[in-house]
Structure formats: structure tokens, C-alpha cells
């Protein structure tokens, strides 16, 4: 039988204390929490590059999120997403304001709540967000922050011509350093000139359609993905600004000239948002190109209730477990809301297609002809 060799340790025992330390050591820098991928995948669009965007591809990746050790019950099922570039400091003063009063309870300039379950949580400093980019020329990006008034984060930007600061919603992988610039205004003279005084949709594209770019609709090639899409020439964003979001341009008026230029002849640009729904918006409307950040917000666990009223969110109680004089289907012995159909705490239905059926349909029932005539086929066959 083979007996197991045994190595004496050269140094006796300083090696031995020695090898304690190291695995001490290693015991210390372990840290509390740890990034895992989720078996949760999202469809991302086509990569953003800081060059001409590519249209959208159907692509998968995994969710990148921070679970905790549960050192409490509150961390073992808290999970972020990663988000270690944002900064840790206090936002930029001059372009935030206190949110006070009743809009923190949800109610309107009356008192009364037009929104329920909200009140309490931290205090919270809205951040003035430019939506229109009307200013044109360069600006730097100081420092991606987090927002609490929505799950998308924000840019701080700086001028390059007069230091002026702002907050646009920030683009995903857009980092500090990175250079935008906004040609809602027009077109600028340089790069007019750099193209021979000549508009060239294939190099205007080429040059402008970068990452976080503020465009006019008729700018942006067809199959661009875009955020931050609005609606009228001189508005704002008003579709895509939360996190994740997008919509890709699909369809423009355009026609081909002798010379081979194509130019806009109508007055609408086709965009289709994620929801699948196809509208259709000025073209001197504004977008921004590429993909609302924090795209993995959708995938986050708080972990426990306290951290939902933190983020100014009061609990959610069922209809059927209130008293009858707090909403119809309250009240009772046991389960039972009394046989009524399922209503809002108003008293409107909640179901059956009362919200989502168009007005001209609701509760009618048409009789076609082929059901007509063969109720009288089979009367005539009955005699």
C-alpha cells in the first residue's frame, strides 16, 4: 500500500505564518457585494459608435447587475444595475431647484391627489434638462450623474465657446470627455464649406450622426436609432427620454433630383417606437442619436420596502381588502366584493375593453348579412 508523501514546509514556522497572513488577507479584500449576469436578456439595438450609427440589430445581452451578500435582509435581494461611472458628488446648484410642497403627495395646484400612492421619501432636487438643444457648437460632457426625477441618467455639458452649463438626458456609453454638438439651428458654416458649398446627404450623415448628436428629423438617415424624439418644430422631446428607450427613423418624403440628390418634399418624417406603434413627426422635429442610458434599469430589485418609500412610493393596498366605504369592492365576510364586476376605486370598469376599445365600439354588436340570411334560411326551411 502507497503512503501519502508528506512535504516539510522549508522555514518551519515563519513559512507557515507566513501562508495564514496571505489567506487573511485574501479574506479581507473580499467585498460585499459581487457583479453576476441575470439570465434576464434585453434586444439592443445596433452598437452606438461615435462615428455614423448603424441601423438597429436584433441582438442579445446579458444583464449586468450587483447582487449583495446578505449580511441583512434587505441586501439579500437587492440588485442594481453597474453603474460605477456616475458621479458621486452633488449636482450642479445653478440648474436645480428644491421639490417642495404638494408635488411630492402626488396632488395638483388644488390639493386634490391626481396620483396616488406617493409621498414621503428623500429629498429631491429637480434638475432643469434641456430638451430643445437649440444652442449650437461644441460642448464637452463634465460627468454623467444620476436623476432622481427620471430612470434615465443625465449629462452635464459645458460650452466650449462660452462655458455656459446644461443637462441633456445622456446617451448609453456616453462618458466624460466626449463632444456633442446640436444642429437644430442649421447646418454650420465649416461644414458647409468642407462639403464644396454643397449639401451631400452621405457626408452631412457621416459627420453629424454621432452619439448623443441633437439632428432635425430630415437629417437623420433612414434605420438611425434615436431618442429623445419630438413632435412639433419648435418643441421639446417627447417620446423616448425614459431609460432603455428608442425609436428608429423608417421611412422619409423624399425624391431623387436629375443629378442624383434626394430632397425632403413632405413635411412629416415616419419614426416607430419600441412598442411597435408607427407615428409620424415633423421633420423639423429634434432627436438625439442613439440610445437612452441605463438600459439595465429595468432589471433592478430593491430588496425591501423601505427602499421603495425612500423613492417616494407608498404601498399599494387591494380594493378587496379595504372597508366597503373606501372602495366598491371592499367590505363583506371573507373574500367576496360583493359579485360586482371588477371597477376602478370611481366605480369606471376595469376590464372588458371599456380602456381599450375605440369609442365608436364600445357596447355595440353588429349583426353582418351572412348571419342575417341564414337566420331567415333556416326560418324557411323550419316552415
Known amino acids: 500500500m502507497l503512503r501519502p508523501q508528506f512535504r516539510?514546509?522549508?522555514?518551519?514556522?515563519?513559512?507557515?505564518?507566513?501562508?495564514?497572513?496571505?489567506?487573511l488577507r485574501l479574506n479581507a479584500t473580499r467585498s460585499y457585494s459581487a457583479p453576476v449576469q441575470s439570465d434576464a436578456t434585453t434586444a439592443v439595438p445596433g452598437a452606438v459608435q461615435p462615428g455614423f450609427v448603424a441601423p438597429a440589430a436584433a441582438?442579445?445581452?446579458?444583464?449586468?447587475?450587483?447582487?449583495y451578500k446578505p449580511r441583512?435582509?434587505?441586501?439579500?435581494?437587492?440588485?442594481?444595475?453597474?453603474?460605477?461611472?456616475?458621479?458621486?458628488?452633488?449636482?450642479?446648484?445653478?440648474?436645480?431647484?428644491?421639490?417642495?410642497?404638494?408635488?411630492?403627495?402626488?396632488?395638483?395646484?388644488?390639493?386634490?391627489?391626481?396620483v396616488r400612492h406617493r409621498g414621503g421619501g428623500h429629498k429631491r432636487r429637480i434638475r432643469t434638462v434641456d430638451f430643445k438643444r437649440w444652442t449650437p457648437g461644441p460642448h464637452t460632457v463634465e460627468r454623467i450623474e444620476y436623476d432622481p426625477g427620471r430612470s434615465a441618467h443625465i449629462a452635464l455639458l459645458t460650452e466650449q465657446a462660452t462655458g455656459t452649463k446644461s443637462y441633456i438626458v445622456a446617451p448609453e456609453g456616453m462618458r466624460a470627455g466626449d463632444v456633442v454638438q446640436s444642429y437644430r439651428a442649421g447646418i454650420p458654416q465649416e461644414l458647409l464649406n468642407s462639403m464644396g458649398g454643397i449639401?451631400?446627404?452621405?457626408?452631412?450623415?457621416?459627420?453629424?450622426?454621432?452619439?448623443?448628436?441633437?439632428?432635425?428629423?430630415?437629417?437623420?438617415?433612414?434605420?438611425?436609432?434615436?431618442?429623445?424624439?419630438?413632435?412639433?418644430?419648435?418643441?421639446g422631446a417627447v417620446f423616448c427620454r425614459s431609460?432603455?428607450?428608442?425609436?428608429?427613423?423608417?421611412?422619409?418624403?423624399?425624391?431623387t433630383r436629375n443629378d442624383g440628390t434626394r430632397v425632403m418634399t413632405g413635411k412629416n418624417v415616419t419614426v416607430r417606437l419600441q412598442s411597435g406603434e408607427i407615428r409620424k413627426v415633423s421633420k423639423d422635429a429634434?432627436?438625439?442619436?442613439?440610445?437612452?442610458?441605463?438600459?439595465?434599469h429595468q432589471y433592478r430589485q430593491l430588496?425591501?420596502?423601505?427602499?421603495?418609500?425612500?423613492?417616494?412610493?407608498?404601498?399599494?393596498?387591494?380594493?378587496?381588502?379595504?372597508?366597503?366605504?373606501?372602495?366598491p369592492h371592499g367590505g363583506g365576510r371573507g373574500k367576496s366584493k360583493g359579485n360586482r364586476h371588477p371597477v376602478s376605486p370611481w366605480g369606471q370598469p376595469a376590464k372588458g375593453g371599456f380602456k381599450t376599445r375605440p369609442k365608436h365600439n364600445k357596447n355595440t354588436w353588429v349583426v353582418t348579412p351572412r348571419v342575417?340570411?341564414?337566420?331567415?334560411r333556416r326560418n324557411k326551411n323550419s316552415s
Not at 11 to 23: E, F, I, Y
Not at 372 to 376: A, D, I, S, V
Request: contains cysteine; hydrophobic residues 35%.
Open 8 to 23: 516539510p514546509l522549508v522555514g518551519g514556522a515563519a513559512s507557515l505564518s507566513a501562508l495564514c497572513r496571505s489567506a
Open 59 to 67: 441582438e442579445t445581452q446579458a444583464a449586468k447587475m450587483r447582487t
Open 72 to 114: 441583512t435582509p434587505g441586501l439579500r435581494h437587492l440588485k442594481r444595475p453597474i453603474n460605477d461611472h456616475l458621479w458621486k458628488g452633488r449636482p450642479y446648484l445653478p440648474l436645480t431647484f428644491p421639490k417642495k410642497g404638494h408635488g411630492k403627495g402626488g396632488r395638483n395646484h388644488s390639493g386634490q391627489i391626481t
Open 199 to 235: 449639401i451631400d446627404p452621405g457626408i452631412l450623415a457621416a459627420k453629424t450622426a454621432w452619439r448623443g448628436n441633437c439632428l432635425p428629423m430630415h437629417m437623420i438617415p433612414i434605420g438611425t436609432v434615436v431618442f429623445n424624439v419630438g413632435s412639433r418644430p419648435d418643441g
Open 243 to 255: 431609460a432603455g428607450t428608442y425609436a428608429t427613423v423608417i421611412a422619409k418624403d423624399e425624391e
Open 286 to 296: 429634434c432627436a438625439t442619436i442613439g440610445v437612452a442610458s441605463n438600459s439595465m
Open 303 to 327: 430588496g425591501k420596502a423601505g427602499r421603495s418609500r425612500w423613492l417616494n412610493i407608498r404601498p399599494t393596498v387591494r380594493g378587496l381588502a379595504m372597508n366597503a366605504n373606501d372602495h
Open 372 to 376: 342575417r340570411n341564414m337566420g331567415k
